[in-house]
């Protein structure tokens, strides 16, 4: 494993990083049940990225570089880690850029919304809020409430991993903040079938998903597109 942590980069796609770094489980049995109500035959556990050092860097530096390119990061006053995953790549975004880091809870620690936001934050302060994935943007929209009652102008959301399948722009519309991400279960799947690896079966599950993912979650006992749980 130590020899892994050594070795492991992004010298191919963020989807075989996230592969290689045995983020990504497939079932072809029964279907992951997410805390949104949307069933999934694929599950991606991000937090397994920061015991790689090589590879976290080399996902940070491409965040950054992603968002530079699309001229996001001249306005941003303050980077915001979202509990808990996203706090590590926050505070590593953070320190990259010279910014001051802010990390926001789920729920309230005391009382009143501001109490939801760690650190120095100030009215009108025009922030970056990051996370390790999104799905369903359930957990997105807490913080960017949160950050909203606090002061705070939520311009850009950035995660390492976007399911893409899910609504996720209704529920985030109140904000229009952009949604930046470096891979999603399209390239995952992509890296997947050119790996000896991973069984046919679920790469067939998972593209029947990705053809049509709210029929697929009804079919399979979750939430679908007309649903108001998100």
Not at 23 to 50: H, K, M, N, Q
Request: proline share 4%; aromatic share 8%; hydrophobic share 45%.
């Amino acid at each position: 494993m130590s020899q892994l942590r050594t070795q492991l980069d992004l010298s191919s796609s963020v989807g075989q990083a996230l592969l290689d770094a045995g983020c990504v489980t497939f079932r072809t049995d029964e279907p992951f049940r997410l805390p949104s109500g949307w069933a999934s035959p694929v599950y991606i556990d991000c937090r397994r990225l920061i015991s790689f050092p090589r590879l976290r860097r080399a996902l940070i530096q491409r965040g950054l570089a992603l968002l530079r390119d699309r001229n996001r990061l001249a306005a941003i006053d303050a980077v915001v880690g979202a509990e808990s995953s996203g706090i590590a790549f926050g505070a590593w975004m953070a320190e990259a850029l010279a910014l001051p880091l802010l990390y926001a809870r789920k729920e309230a620690k005391g009382l009143g919304p501001a109490s939801q936001i760690e650190g120095a934050i100030n009215t009108g302060d025009r922030v970056l809020l990051v996370d390790d994935m999104m799905a369903a943007a359930r957990s997105k929209r807490i913080f960017c409430e949160a950050l909203d009652a606090a002061g705070a102008v939520v311009t850009d959301i950035f995660v390492v991993f976007d399911y893409g399948t899910f609504p996720t722009e209704s529920v985030l519309a109140p904000w229009q903040a952009e949604v930046h991400a470096l891979a999603n279960w399209q390239d995952v799947l992509q890296a997947a079938r050119a790996s000896a690896g991973v069984d046919r079966r679920a790469l067939d599950e998972l593209q029947r998903f990705l053809a049509d993912p709210a029929r697929w979650s009804l079919d399979h006992g979750g939430i679908g597109a007309s649903e108001t749980q998100r």
